[in-house]
């Protein structure tokens, strides 16, 4: 089907369910330079491909760097950012992250909101087909996603974008750049509208503990070129979401950051299925032989 085509279907679609899909200029066909610089001003040229081959805490180590010289740039939790990659590129192994280096499915276009200091070229496209939900419909469509020459590159891209995406005359995500709580700070970008999963916080917050993710929040000696420009975001860190403490005097595990986790026991750490900020989503994850956890390891739910 031509794009034009395939525009009106989409248009009509939308109507038919009350409302309209917003789209950006005319896009330019795919591009894809041949002659990548060598280096890149964004801290290097890391080609998702490359490192799908790693083991998966391998590919976490690389993320993890990756996104600690971006928060050193940008102000935005490392931990949070390494985990949306994680979540959203599936540890980079999605079409778009290996064959675009889009390790966030940015789309060439989003509701046509612009901001400043975009990595992203303005030109180079990887289109693919998605599907998108209008008013409670589902239609499959062909769409351009952005395509850049590395995964420093598509970092940078998407920490921009959540400091500077425009709501009105404020900012989408006020109150993300320099929040050292990673809780928070995925909470301010679900708050914003970035993703509709009601459990995108618990889902972001989990894979920020089960991964460790907040040891890349420390940014000490982390030297960047723009350190003078931005402002300044070293300060260590001392909240980790899966630092676990021995409580005096009764020897059992105590967590300060409030997640109720699900385990089949409070001891048995690798059974865990995850680590939810709201109750409620917890006791929807629970399973037969599982049950749900307070910070203080104390019993909180157990399937009837």
Same mark, same amino acid.
């Given at each position: 089907?031509?794009?034009?085509?395939?525009?009106?279907?989409?248009?009509?679609?939308?109507?038919?369910?009350?409302?309209?899909?917003? @789209? =950006?200029?005319?896009?330019?066909?795919?591009?894809?330079?041949?002659?990548?610089?060598?280096?890149?001003?964004?801290?290097?040229?890391?080609?998702?491909?490359?490192?799908? #081959?790693?083991?998966?805490?391998?590919?976490?180590?690389?993320?993890?760097?990756?996104?600690?010289?971006?928060?050193?740039?940008? %102000?935005?939790?490392?931990?949070? &950012?390494?985990?949306?990659?994680?979540?959203?590129? $599936? @540890?980079? &192994?999605?079409?778009?992250?290996?064959?675009?280096?889009?390790?966030?499915?940015?789309?060439?276009?989003?509701?046509?909101?612009?901001?400043?200091?975009?990595?992203? #070229?303005?030109?180079?496209?990887?289109?693919?087909?998605?599907?998108?939900?209008?008013?409670?419909?589902?239609? &499959?469509?062909?769409?351009?996603?952005?395509?850049?020459?590395?995964?420093?590159?598509?970092?940078?891209?998407?920490?921009?974008?959540?400091?500077?995406?425009?709501?009105?005359?404020?900012?989408?995500?006020?109150?993300?750049?320099?929040?050292?709580?990673?809780?928070?700070?995925?909470?301010?970008?679900?708050? %914003? =509208?970035?993703?509709?999963?009601?459990? @995108?916080?618990?889902?972001?917050?989990?894979?920020?503990?089960?991964?460790?993710?907040?040891?890349?929040?420390?940014?000490?000696?982390?030297? &960047?070129?723009?350190?003078?420009?931005?402002?300044?975001?070293?300060?260590?860190?001392?909240?980790?979401?899966?630092?676990?403490?021995?409580?005096?005097?009764?020897?059992?595990?105590?967590?300060?950051? =409030?997640? @109720?986790?699900?385990?089949?026991?409070?001891? #048995?750490?690798?059974?865990?299925? $995850?680590?939810?900020?709201?109750?409620?989503?917890?006791?929807?994850?629970?399973?037969?032989?599982?049950?749900?956890?307070?910070?203080? %390891?104390?019993?909180?739910?157990?399937?009837?």
């Amino acid at each position: 089907m031509k794009k034009s085509k395939l525009l009106l279907f989409v248009c009509c679609a939308a109507l038919a369910a009350g409302s309209v899909p917003v @789209y =950006g200029a005319q896009i330019p066909e795919p591009t894809v330079s041949e002659d990548r610089p060598a280096a890149s001003i964004f801290g290097g040229m890391t080609q998702a491909l490359e490192l799908i #081959d790693l083991e998966q805490e391998e590919r976490v180590e690389r993320i993890g760097e990756m996104c600690r010289e971006d928060y050193a740039k940008s %102000g935005v939790l490392a931990s949070v &950012t390494a985990a949306q990659c994680i979540l959203e590129s $599936g @540890y980079l &192994t999605s079409e778009l992250a290996s064959e675009a280096n889009n390790c966030f499915g940015m789309k060439a276009m989003l509701s046509n909101n612009d901001w400043e200091d975009s990595a992203w #070229d303005g030109v180079s496209v990887y289109r693919k087909q998605t599907r998108e939900e209008y008013s409670g419909q589902v239609v &499959t469509i062909e769409a351009d996603f952005r395509q850049y020459d590395s995964m420093e590159a598509s970092l940078a891209d998407h920490s921009a974008y959540l400091l500077g995406a425009k709501s009105g005359s404020g900012l989408r995500y006020e109150g993300l750049r320099g929040e050292e709580d990673p809780q928070r700070a995925v909470q301010i970008i679900k708050d %914003g =509208g970035y993703a509709t999963d009601s459990s @995108y916080v618990d889902k972001v917050c989990a894979i920020i503990e089960r991964h460790d993710l907040t040891r890349f929040d420390d940014i000490d000696g982390v030297e &960047t070129a723009q350190d003078e420009e931005r402002e300044p975001a070293k300060k260590k860190k001392d909240k980790k979401v899966q630092k676990a403490a021995v409580s005096p005097g009764n020897g059992t595990l105590t967590y300060r950051d =409030g997640y @109720y986790r699900v385990r089949k026991s409070w001891t #048995d750490l690798d059974t865990q299925i $995850g680590a939810f900020g709201v109750l409620e989503n917890a006791k929807e994850a629970c399973k037969p032989g599982y049950q749900v956890y307070d910070a203080k %390891g104390n019993v909180v739910y157990t399937l009837p």
